[in-house]
């Protein structure tokens, strides 16, 4: 039973640049949530897709953009990249439906803006 | 919007004692409460969770315990072992629609030392 995937593992970019990050869900999730990891802090949440549309979104700018595939796979865009913008970012995958559902983490991906 | 504060930020313990970490949300909505485990370099991985109809519940050497009007939640580890070393996260949640987002605490290291 495969878990979450993410590629690529580890990215570096440069200042003003654009960043796609990729989401593979669990089998049999349908549900995509995108979260940034600064050193030393708790994930905060970006956004969450279900039915290729954006459910909820955290408190971040427009940078910040996303996408889901039939598939349930998703993407996560991030336009003029700013040095603040380096962290882990994760994605995690649930169910969609009545109650809160556990989102399973996948290992993120490690971006560096330099 | 929702707020998480965990305490302590770092938890020194010798092997076979307990350990004990706390969090407090602002959001009374609030009404999943999950615990992750996050070792260096690897995903947050879902460790127990409690809702807000269970006041308690356990797992083996762990347990969470929920207080609703006091809006806390702590996570309780047993016997510890070298290898619980790693940075535990709390979670709330509130649910909405079909979907919910995780907000995190900042985190505690803990580290179990021989």
């Known amino acids: 039973d495969a878990g979450v995937t993410q590629s690529p593992t580890h990215l570096i970019k440069t200042r003003g640049q654009q960043v796609t990050l990729r989401c593979s869900p669990k089998?049999?999730?349908?549900?995509v949530s995108w979260y940034q990891q600064a050193l030393g802090q708790g994930p905060q949440f970006i956004f969450q897709?279900?039915?290729?549309?954006e459910r909820q979104r955290g408190n971040f700018p427009d940078r910040f953009s996303g996408h889901q595939f039939p598939n349930y796979s998703s993407e996560l865009n991030v336009n003029a990249l700013l040095l603040g913008d380096s962290a882990l970012y994760l994605c995690a995958s649930s169910f969609w439906g009545a109650g809160n559902q556990p989102q399973h983490f996948g290992d993120g991906t490690r971006l560096s803006i330099l | 919007g929702e707020n998480v504060e965990q305490h302590p930020s770092t938890l020194s313990v010798q092997e076979g004692d307990s350990a004990v970490i706390k969090c407090t949300y602002s959001d009374s909505a609030s009404n999943y409460f999950p615990w992750y485990k996050q070792e260096l370099g690897k995903r947050p991985q879902l460790i127990i969770d409690?809702?807000?109809?269970?006041g308690e519940k356990k797992d083996q050497r762990i347990a969470v315990t929920l207080n609703k009007t006091a809006k806390h939640f702590s996570l309780h580890i047993t016997e510890t072992q070298p290898e619980d070393s790693a940075v535990y996260l709390c979670a709330a949640s509130t649910e909405t629609g079909g979907g919910n987002k995780l907000t995190f605490g900042t985190g505690t290291q803990l580290k179990v030392e021989l």
């Open positions: 897709y279900y039915e290729e549309e």
């Open positions: 409690i809702r807000s109809n269970v």
């Open positions: 089998s049999g999730h349908d549900t």
